[in-house]
């Protein structure tokens, strides 16, 4: 692992950490809204009937009222849950009850399908701190959805959700880092 891209990544991470915590209520708002129609139409665009979408954390893009548009739809929504070994499991969480995960983030509690359930879904929702004009999205660091994404045969569409100036042109490369197809900010979609 090359030091200097980690340091790199380490101080963008920070710098978008602190931004997103220095954002207004007001503005947290209108990005939900903002995201919740941009994702809506997505989902719309790809007659998606399944997808994938992370549950946010407080700093992190809302993504609750989407799910809860989707789920309102009919659509089958699997949520990520965190396991030990680096990997995701995946749950519909049933019971709309959420509890802090092994990363602390979010995550609901349900009956547990496996790594490969994420093989069937028409649509893969995912959380970045930055994503690049390649395409190439920068996560937080635990390596979760690159593992996940890497081992997938063969892989629908992958949107990453981000406040817009986390739209950059370039974020800090690593051999395992996996692209995204396309993002969502409050704003607009982009494909790439």
Same mark, same amino acid.
């Given at each position: 692992?090359?030091?200097?891209?980690?340091?790199?990544?380490?101080?963008?991470?920070?710098? +978008?950490?602190?931004?997103?915590?220095?954002?207004?209520?007001?503005?947290?708002?209108?990005?939900?809204?903002?995201?919740?129609?941009?994702?809506?139409?997505?989902?719309?665009? +790809?007659?998606?009937?399944?997808?994938?979408?992370?549950?946010?954390?407080?700093?992190?893009?809302?993504?609750?009222?989407?799910?809860?548009?989707?789920?309102?739809?009919?659509?089958?929504?699997?949520?990520?849950?965190?396991?030990?070994?680096?990997?995701?499991?995946?749950?519909?969480?049933?019971?709309?009850?959420?509890?802090?995960?092994?990363?602390?983030?979010?995550? /609901?509690?349900?009956?547990?399908?496996?790594?490969?359930?994420?093989?069937?879904?028409? +649509?893969?929702?995912? /959380?970045?701190?930055? !994503?690049?004009?390649?395409?190439?999205?920068?996560?937080?660091?635990?390596?979760?959805?690159?593992?996940?994404?890497?081992?997938?045969?063969?892989?629908? /569409?992958?949107?990453? !959700?981000?406040?817009?100036?986390?739209?950059?042109?370039?974020? /800090?490369?690593?051999?395992?880092?996996?692209?995204?197809?396309?993002?969502?900010?409050?704003?607009?979609?982009?494909?790439?």
């Amino acid at each position: 692992m090359d030091s200097e891209i980690v340091h790199r990544k380490r101080a963008l991470r920070a710098e +978008l950490r602190e931004r997103r915590q220095n954002m207004t209520s007001v503005e947290t708002d209108a990005a939900t809204a903002g995201f919740t129609a941009n994702l809506q139409s997505i989902v719309l665009d +790809l007659s998606a009937r399944s997808i994938s979408c992370y549950l946010s954390a407080r700093n992190e893009p809302n993504t609750r009222p989407f799910v809860n548009w989707a789920e309102a739809q009919g659509i089958r929504v699997l949520f990520p849950v965190s396991r030990d070994d680096g990997l995701l499991d995946w749950t519909v969480g049933e019971d709309q009850t959420e509890l802090p995960g092994v990363s602390g983030m979010p995550e /609901p509690a349900g009956s547990l399908l496996g790594p490969i359930a994420i093989n069937d879904v028409d +649509l893969i929702i995912v /959380p970045a701190a930055a !994503v690049d004009a390649t395409g190439l999205r920068m996560g937080w660091g635990r390596g979760y959805y690159d593992k996940t994404l890497g081992s997938m045969e063969k892989c629908p /569409p992958v949107y990453a !959700v981000v406040f817009d100036n986390e739209y950059v042109d370039s974020v /800090p490369r690593e051999v395992h880092d996996q692209p995204v197809d396309g993002l969502v900010t409050p704003t607009r979609i982009i494909t790439f």
